[in-house]
């Protein structure tokens, strides 16, 4: 498994990572990993459990880093080597060394490479290239600057045509493409105008093996979290106004809580400030993951906050966590999207429209009623939670094998 993303830094697509091999590995799976340090935010850079049995089948590469010259020919020797002249080549050319290597004492038999970075597909494409072993490409997000509105994440032309053209060769070439979601395959797929005989298949993300929520306990508060970081494309403020609605008409007896897990930022802080919901909203700061899993299980209801995309596109992986503690979900979201369609069809939580305060203090008011009633667990939802068991997703990956 190439996944320039991996334990044991703990941004939330390396988790995503780090959960599939663990799986993997409990199943019996020989798995080696190939990563790179991850240099951009993390909550936590350390090896700990559950990851700890990943540490020695985890190899991190790094290549050498020397002047401006020297990386700049160094980039330039990889570039060659590896046909694609695209940002991270040099730590895929250091990759696939390691990889062949690897492959000469103990032959693989299958290659995945996982999104995101972008680049983490490089190696695994030319070692598919040199040794034929079949090869599984995942796609978890749309690359950068094809994120849709409000996303404004930008390319000079020039970046973009070497992307697209390495970007068309991964989808082309890999033996199938992977992706959470359908809405988010269709969105890469049309982009780069891949005709439909390319090979893609859905599986989405995974849960954690062998965990088990604790029980919630019943008090006078009505307690609610959000999990990960709040940017300013997933903007909080319609979902804020709307708590501050429930906070107004709520029985005196009951009290509110709101907590953040992660960072607390400045403009955050600013709005639920302006707002006068000090009291209510906390951050809970840095978390390691068991300890976040534990953190949302204290709470009654889980909220997820999208951007106001025409097309919700995307996969949050934090529903698998939210799921698989066995908490109700809020879902702050374009009601056209995919998550959306899970709760729709599969059950779990209400989704609520992003763009609306109204519609958004409806579904609090209703959660809160049921919370009342004591019988929130009436949201939860089988169906659901087995579209992310971790024998679901490593069947899903076993077909693909034996194809």
């Known amino acids: 498994m190439f996944a320039t993303g991996f334990a044991p830094y703990a941004a939330s697509e390396n988790l995503v990572n780090s959960k599939l091999a663990l799986a993997m590995l409990g199943r019996g799976w020989d798995v080696q990993i190939i990563s790179a340090a991850d240099e951009g935010f993390t909550y936590v850079a350390e090896w700990e459990e559950p990851w700890l049995p990943l540490r020695p089948r985890t190899c991190e590469v790094q290549h050498k880093l020397g002047n401006n010259i020297g990386k700049l020919l160094s980039r330039g020797w990889s570039s060659l080597r590896m046909g694609h002249p695209i940002a991270g080549v040099r730590w895929g050319d250091a990759a696939l060394v390691t990889a062949l290597r690897s492959h000469d004492a103990k032959r693989f038999d299958f290659v995945l490479s996982r999104s995101i970075s972008d680049f983490g597909h490089i190696p695994a494409m030319a070692f598919h290239n040199k040794t034929g072993i079949r090869w599984f490409a995942n796609w978890n997000d749309p690359p950068s600057y094809i994120f ?8 000079s032309s020039c970046r973009k045509f070497w992307w ?25 797929l049309n982009h780069f105008g891949i005709n439909d005989h390319v090979k893609t298949t859905i599986i989405p993300h995974i849960g954690l093996v062998g965990y088990q929520a604790n029980k919630k306990l019943k008090d006078s508060c009505f307690r ?13 403020r319609p979902f804020l106004e709307a708590l501050k609605g429930l906070m107004n008409i709520m029985d005196p007896a009951d009290s509110l809580a709101f907590e953040i897990i992660g960072v607390e ?12 919901m000090t009291s209510v909203v906390s951050f809970l700061g840095k978390k390691s993951y068991l300890e976040t899993l534990d953190r949302l299980a204290r709470n009654d209801v889980l909220v997820i906050i999208e951007a106001p995309c025409e097309e919700g596109i995307f996969m949050p992986s934090k529903l698998v966590d939210y799921v698989q503690v066995g908490r109700p979900v809020l879902a702050v979201s374009p009601l056209n999207g995919t998550v959306s369609d899970l709760i729709n069809t599969r059950g779990g939580g209400i989704c609520v429209n992003c763009r609306s305060v109204e519609d958004i203090l409806t579904g609090l008011k209703t959660f809160y009623n049921v919370w009342r009633k004591d019988d929130l667990d009436s949201y939860r939802s089988i169906n659901l939670e087995n579209l992310f068991n971790p024998d679901t997703i490593l069947n899903l990956y076993q077909n693909l094998m034996v194809q």
């Not at 849709?148 to 390319?155: G, I, K, L, N, Q």
């Not at 991964?170 to 395959?185: M, Y």
């Not at 609610?224 to 909080?236: D, F, I, V, W």
């Open 148 to 155: 849709p509105e409000p996303y404004r994440y930008t390319s």
């Open 164 to 188: 697209n053209r390495y970007f068309r060769e991964v989808l082309s070439t890999s033996d199938c493409n992977t992706f959470p979601c359908q809405r988010l395959a269709n969105h890469i």
């Open 224 to 236: 609610l979290c959000h999990a990960g970081n709040l940017s300013s494309e997933r903007n909080p």
């Open 265 to 276: 930022e400045v403009y955050l802080s600013d709005m639920i400030n302006k707002l006068g």
